[in-house]
């Protein structure tokens, strides 16, 4: 079924993904797109609480998402691990210290992404099961400018660590080596439970399942040295 749509088929696939799968959905499409040449796509980023939104309106062929949503009748399968850490400047007086304790968090200047962020959620659902309290000093809806904002001094912030995949040696951040983290979460790729699929959406997804295990992320040379 796969071959007969090798540059025969035409069609548009319909793509809605979180925000820490742009840095890896757009090269996976890179390749799929040379073998299916006349496949156009349209790829839309954004966070959990808009994604849910567009699966209630039946917007997009597939989602990926990290905390699939249980009021929405989903069919989802998990595909590749998407643990949050803790990420400061190098500078920041714990980096390099080992296994700190989640109560250091207490009161640390922090930068926290936008209301219906699952990146979001998580921390906060971390930080109650400690009872850890942050100063918020600013709420952002990027982990690009978080990762500008933690650089720029204003504070520490949790993330996706393949938000750091293109930090170079040079960078200037770091990953704080804390107690309960990283956070484990999974990239899900979903769709509709009542929807059929087309045949583009489907092959797409046999692809994704199939090449994204073996698509090597380059390593963050932060958590390399890290783990040092
Ligand atoms: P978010 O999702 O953009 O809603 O925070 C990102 C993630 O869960 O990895």
Known sequence: ???DLKGTKQGQLNLAVITTAKYFVPRLLGSFCQHYPGIDVALKVTNHREIQQRMSDNKDDLYVVSNPHKDIDL???AFLNNPLVVVAKKEHPLAGKKNLDIQE?????FIMREQGS?????ILELFEQ?????????????NE?????????LGISILSEHCLISERVSGELTVLDFQHFPIKRRWFVCRL??????????TFLEYLLEESPKM??????ILARLAK
Not at 131 to 142: A, D, F, R, T
Not at 145 to 153: F, P, R, V
Not at 193 to 202: D, F, Q, R
């Open 105 to 109: 968090l207490n009161n640390c200047p």
């Open 216 to 221: 090597s992320f380059p390593e963050s040379s």
């Open 130 to 142: 400690h009872n850890i309290s942050v100063k918020v000093k600013l709420e952002l809806g990027s």
């Open 1 to 3: 079924k796969v071959a």
């Open 145 to 153: 400018a978080i990762k500008q904002a933690i650089s720029g001094g």
């Open 193 to 202: 439970a009542g929807k059929k699929l087309s045949v583009i959406a489907e």
């Open 75 to 77: 069919k989802s399968q």
């Open 118 to 122: 699952g990146t979001r959620d998580a």
